[in-house]
Structure formats: C-alpha cells, structure tokens
C-alpha cells in the first residue's frame, strides 16, 4: 500500500486541535490500514517518530432531513497518532488534505 494512500485527510475538530498540542494527531486512513502502516506513513511522509497508534472505526449512520428522506454518512476509519517526546509536526492540515 502506498504512503499516500494509507493517510486521507486530518480530522479537523475543537478537541483534536487540542489533542496536536499534546502531540496527539488524529487522521481519517484508509478502512484496511494497520497501525503498523499508519506508523510507517507518518514516519515516512512526516519524518516522525510514532509512540503509539489507536485505532476508531465509526459505524454507518442513518439521520433523516427536512422532508425525512434518510440520508446515509459512510463508515470511516479514525486513527490517533501519538508522536515520540518533543515531536512535532508543523503546519499538519496544510500539508496534508487529500479529496
């Protein structure tokens, strides 16, 4: 699999903006990636050393609109990504935001 396959885009919330200043960053990943992928993309497109990966698999959700047509939001893979002792990356949600 290829590195720029593994990682999609960053996860982009109050509490996850919170949890990079901790060293704590959370990425959507492809639905097949391990945590040793994951670990191996972000050491080669970032040049980090990974403490530790955590894995979140959201379910399929049904919610319905207006005119209670029900509406599906697809199933994703979440992953958080400790960084080793004073790692950091800069600027993370521009150098990576993939459609």
């Keep these: ?3 720029f396959d593994i990682i999609k885009k960053p996860v ?4 996850s903006q919170r949890w990079e200043l ?3 960053y959370t990425v959507i990943v492809d639905k097949n990636a391990t945590k040793v992928d ?3 993309a972000f050491n080669g497109l970032y040049g ?3 403490e530790s990966v955590n894995i979140v698999k959201t379910r399929e959700k049904v919610r319905n609109t207006k005119t209670w047509i029900a509406m599906k939001k ?3 893979v979440k992953a958080m990504v400790k960084l080793a002792w004073k790692e950091r ?3 993370f949600i521009k150098l990576k ?3």
């Design 48 to 50: 980090v050393k990974v």
């Design 12 to 15: 982009i919330t109050e509490k």
């Design 97 to 99: 935001i993939k459609d």
């Design 74 to 76: 697809r199933p994703s």
């Design 89 to 91: 990356i800069s600027d």
């Design 1 to 3: 699999m290829n590195l």
């Design 22 to 24: 901790t060293g704590i």
């Design 38 to 40: 994951i670990k191996n």
